[in-house]
């Protein structure tokens, strides 16, 4: 079974920086897409940054120029880099992978358990 962990959400003041991680693991697998989403309280969740298997990416037009997503598939993590932090990025941030357990097989999509970042003003 593999698992997906995030991790480096914290308390940052407006203008600061957090760099989030997305870990899979577990066993003969191959991660292949993968989604940043957040969700705010009492909203619904929403995409914020993709990349695919071939490190392309695409971001929501309020992130773009402020967040980065980048990925090192010799340790099967994607990050978000998330620089000139808002108020309004405040959320809980999950990342939503599409999966290949074994590598040979389609592709599976499965969610993390979330890591809230909390922005100050």
């Known amino acids: 079974q593999v698992q997906l962990v995030e991790s480096g959400g914290g308390l940052v003041q407006a203008g600061g920086s957090l760099r989030l991680f997305c870990a899979a693991s577990?066993?003969?697998?191959?991660?292949?897409?993968v989604d940043w989403y957040l969700q705010a309280a009492g909203k619904q969740r929403e995409l914020v940054a993709v990349?695919?298997?071939?490190?392309?990416?695409n971001y929501a037009d309020s992130v773009k120029g402020r967040f980065t997503i980048s990925r090192d598939n010799t340790k099967n993590t994607v990050y978000l880099q998330m620089n000139s932090l808002k108020p309004e990025d405040s959320a809980v941030y999950y990342c939503?992978?599409?999966?290949?357990?074994?590598?040979?097989?389609?592709?599976?999509?499965?969610w993390g358990q979330g890591t809230q970042v909390t922005v100050s003003s």
């Open positions: 990349i695919n298997s071939d490190g392309s990416t």
């Open positions: 577990g066993s003969a697998f191959r991660l292949n897409t």
């Open positions: 939503y992978a599409a999966i290949r357990s074994p590598p040979s097989s389609g592709p599976s999509w499965h």
